[in-house]
């Protein structure tokens, strides 16, 4: 039985990596195949080099991604160092069940004061 958790366990990471890149790869594929189809685009100017739409599609999607979780992220990190009203609120939503009554009062509830 140990044998098989550890097999498991070990083999969980590579699963998830497996289904990300797949739904990345389809999502890319998908976006490819209507430009083609619907818009009738096979190849994109940039520069004075005639790139495929697949590699337009799939750099505009990692862009997008990019920016979109840096700016996620930049705005969550701004609200949860903002000592406001909303933002204590806020910070009071979100912590109250996820840690014991004791952290909160001792790390939390010190700043709605």
Known sequence: MKGALWVTTRQ???TIVSLVLTKIAVTIYAGDVV???LLGIDTADILGLQIDVFWVIARGLAFTTGVIGGFARLAADLVLRSDSVAA?????????????AN???ASVAPMAK
């Open 12 to 14: 969980e990471p590579l």
């Open 35 to 37: 430009v083609r189809t």
């Open 88 to 100: 204590t609120t806020l910070k009071e939503q979100l912590f109250r069940h996820a840690i014991t």
């Open 103 to 105: 952290q909160f009062n």
